[in-house]
């Protein structure tokens, strides 16, 4: 018997709803719990083959027992329709679909505002600070791992999952300086885009020439963590150096729930 036919079909306790966009690492399909009537995401990795059912539930073992704010957690393994291995999380969206803080800015004329570009890094270096202490990691961040939730916090999704496909379970818990740094750097280019609505990476340009009576504190800070051959060594000085810290040494709780509020209200 394998590790995959020990565990429960996702069909004993869920009804499958419907087929949803692939994520970063993984097929997604929203299905809602048969008893309880609450909705989930069940995920099958894209690159099984580089990992076998035991492998997946080791890295799932892995994950789980992580369980930090922010980064979307694996509730329970399961079998899939076709007996792969799939892991089940909640579902962050809402009626109109999944929300993505690319999306959300897209909503909102491609820029988001200062004030929830500090919330959503908070949310974030937050994660990679409490993932990086529990030796997981993920690489480079791609703009669909990032949602936002109901509540208007960030969520990240498919965390690490690519990196042990790709490296397995063992060799993807161990990073270089410059594998940390370029986790860093992908999370301020997301937050410079989401901001400016221009990529940091061919425009040449700093923040505040771009959004007018940007605050210099917001400004410097992601100027310093896009610098090339340079920029954060780590999400805890990232987040110690974030401007709310610099005010007033207290960072602000980071809700951005007045954006999903907006961005619902235009979904009716």
């Not at 997981?136 to 999704?157: A, S």
């Not at 498919?158 to 300086?177: I, P, Q, S």
């Not at 301020?188 to 400016?196: A, D, G, I, Q, S």
Request: aromatic letters at 4%; glycine letters at 8%.
């Amino acid at each position: 018997m394998s590790a995959a036919d020990s565990l429960p079909n996702l069909s004993d306790h869920y009804k499958v709803v419907r087929p949803l966009d692939a994520g970063a690492a993984a097929d997604r399909t929203l299905i809602k719990h048969k008893e309880k009537q609450s909705a989930h995401v069940a995920h099958v990795l894209l690159a099984p083959e580089s990992l076998t059912a035991a492998d997946q539930l080791t890295m799932a073992a892995a994950f789980s027992l992580a369980r930090v704010a922010h980064v979307a957690p694996i509730e329970e393994v399961v079998r899939s329709e076709n007996g792969r291995v799939a892991f089940i999380t909640p579902y962050f969206g809402h009626t109109s679909g999944q929300v993505t803080l690319e999306s959300l800015a897209a909503s909102r004329g491609s820029r988001l505002s200062p004030e929830e570009i500090e919330a959503a890094a908070d949310h974030i270096l937050h994660a990679l600070d409490d993932m990086h202490g529990a030796r997981l990691y993920n690489g480079p961040l791609v703009p669909k791992q990032i949602l936002v939730d109901r509540q208007g916090r960030v969520q990240i999704e498919h965390f690490g999952w690519a990196l042990m496909a790709a490296k397995g379970v063992r060799d993807a818990r161990v990073a270089r300086e410059d594998d940390i740094r370029a986790e860093i750097r992908s999370v301020m280019e997301l937050l410079f885009r989401c901001l400016t609505g221009l990529d940091s990476r061919t425009m040449g340009v700093s923040p505040g020439q771009v959004v007018s009576s940007l605050d210099p504190f917001l400004d410097a800070w992601l100027s310093e963590g896009l610098k090339e051959g340079a920029g954060f060594d780590s999400a805890a000085s990232a987040r110690a150096a974030m401007p709310d810290n610099v005010r007033a040494g207290t960072p602000k709780p980071g809700f951005i729930a007045s954006a999903v509020r907006s961005l619902r209200g235009n979904s009716k």
